[in-house]
């Protein structure tokens, strides 16, 4: 999902540990988040991942800090204004698209 008005980007514990990244690479995050719930949420913790937005042609990568979140959610990911502005990102919410530059050309995502 893609958020323009926050300013942490987001993934939920499901989605950590499916990767398989172990605990031992979070780096402690103390800072509680709001919006989440009716309660304030403490992270578990953050950790740096390389971000890939698009497809084999039309792709751009960055190096995005996730905060890690154990809450239920329909979602993997959060991109907040951190990873949108380090992928240059334009957004349509009317048509759930998001645009961005790639070395060759302009890429695209939509969403469902």
């Not at 919006?35 to 578990?44: C, E, L, M, R, S």
């Not at 993997?76 to 009317?94: C, G, H, M």
């Not at 961005?100 to 050309?105: A, I, K």
């Amino acid at each position: 999902m893609v958020d323009t008005g926050s300013s942490a980007n987001v993934m939920y514990r499901t989605c950590f540990d499916r990767m398989g990244i172990g605990t031992e690479q979070l780096s402690l995050s103390l800072d509680p988040l709001y919006g989440f719930t009716d309660n304030a949420i403490v992270p578990v913790g953050r950790i740096s991942l390389p971000l890939t937005i698009g497809d084999t042609d039309r792709h751009d990568t960055t190096l995005t800090d996730f905060l890690i979140v154990d809450c239920p959610s329909t979602y993997n990911i959060v991109l907040e204004r951190p990873a949108i502005n380090d992928l240059d990102l334009i957004t349509s919410t009317r048509s759930l698209t998001v645009k961005f530059s790639t070395p060759s050309e302009v890429g695209c995502v939509q969403g469902e």
